[in-house]
């Protein structure tokens, strides 16, 4: 299927480029491709960017979300393992 010259191109590659990147390197860029690929879905749904790159969009946005998700559980738990270890440690003496 031939894309149309007045949409724009598609960002599927760089938006699962940086989902992945976010899962290895550092979970907090998980929010680059998470709202990157749902503006870009958003522009696809309207008409206004081709939506062949659909699929490795949505695949980014997903790794995204589970990026921050995960940066998120970290944080929690590390904040627990901190308060409950002091804690732990103040009782024992």
């Known amino acids: 299927m ?29 929010i680059a491709p998470w709202l990157m690929g749902r503006a870009d879905i958003a522009e696809m749904n309207a008409g206004r960017m081709d939506p062949s790159g659909r699929s490795l969009t949505d695949a980014g946005k997903i790794l995204g979300i589970v990026s921050v998700a995960l940066a998120v559980f970290t944080v929690i738990a590390g904040a627990l393992f901190l308060v409950f270890g002091l804690g732990m440690a103040a009782f024992s003496k």
Do not use: D, M, N
Not at 5 to 18: F, K
């Open 2 to 30: 031939e894309t149309e010259s007045h949409l724009a191109p598609h960002r599927g590659g760089l938006i699962l480029a940086l989902g992945i990147i976010s899962l290895v390197v550092c979970q907090f860029l998980g």
